[in-house]
């Protein structure tokens, strides 16, 4: 991965965050989700994070950071603690669906679709991300 273009991207994010801690702009969070949607996407190279699946294929965002917080906390710091990339995880569904402790076909019903497999695309040639061999 090229970690320069990473680092400015997360420099980027981090600045978005802290205009709209400052600015209560909504107009950022989507600019802000979006941006922490890729560096998570770059962070995994497009591959499931749990180390024992490494699945390329059907991949969603997972957010430790879950929604029922919102209801415990100011809700700007809710929004940039659930957007910032390291609260994250790519997963793909079968992986996301263990982790929210559901069974796989009711998950599955419920969830929207997976990232789009040109957007991962897109994302591992931004950043250099090329499989490793060996």
Same mark, same amino acid.
């Given at each position: 991965?090229?970690?320069?273009?990473?680092?400015?991207?997360?420099?980027?994010?981090?600045?978005?965050?802290?205009?709209?801690?400052?600015?209560?702009?909504?107009?950022?969070?989507?600019?802000?989700?979006?941006? &922490?949607? !890729?560096?998570? *996407?770059?962070y995994a +190279?497009?591959?499931?994070?749990?180390?024992?699946?490494?699945q390329e =294929?059907?991949?969603?965002?997972?957010?430790v950071w879950?929604?029922?917080?919102?209801?415990?906390?100011?809700?700007?710091?809710?929004?940039?603690?659930?957007?910032?990339?390291?609260?994250?995880?790519?997963?793909?569904?079968?992986?996301?669906?263990?982790?929210? &402790?559901? !069974?796989?076909? *009711?998950?599955?019903? +419920?969830?929207?679709?997976?990232?789009?497999?040109?957007?991962?695309? =897109?994302?591992?040639?931004?950043?250099?991300?090329?499989?490793?061999?060996?």
């Amino acid at each position: 991965m090229n970690q320069k273009k990473f680092e400015q991207s997360l420099a980027r994010h981090k600045k978005l965050i802290a205009r709209y801690i400052t600015s209560h702009d909504k107009n950022l969070i989507p600019i802000i989700s979006e941006t &922490g949607e !890729e560096l998570t *996407i770059a962070y995994a +190279e497009g591959k499931c994070e749990n180390p024992k699946c490494k699945q390329e =294929k059907e991949l969603t965002i997972h957010h430790v950071w879950q929604r029922k917080n919102q209801y415990y906390t100011d809700i700007h710091m809710y929004m940039t603690q659930r957007h910032y990339w390291a609260n994250m995880m790519l997963l793909c569904k079968g992986c996301h669906a263990k982790i929210e &402790g559901r !069974e796989k076909q *009711i998950f599955l019903q +419920e969830q929207s679709g997976s990232i789009m497999q040109t957007t991962i695309d =897109k994302i591992k040639k931004k950043y250099e991300i090329t499989e490793k061999k060996g």
